[in-house]
């Protein structure tokens, strides 16, 4: 039984995952975003709003942006 190339792809991209139940890329950034804003937040705070603190906050998002551009 020979399939075709589309039917071949979509078993790929696929496998593993049940039709309907994998989020979505965008769903799963705004996420993982919120998280990482809320620990900016409580760092932010906990640490009274120190320089240092502003620098971890920063070093963080850049992390995130670079995970986000691949």
Known sequence: MMMDDETVKDMIEK???V???R???RDS???IQSIINLHNQNLL???GYTRQAHNQAAEIRQHWTRVLQG
């Open 15 to 17: 496998a593993g995952y």
């Open 19 to 21: 039709d309907g139940l």
């Open 29 to 31: 950034v705004d996420v």
């Open 23 to 25: 989020p979505q890329w």
């Open 45 to 47: 705070r906990d640490a």
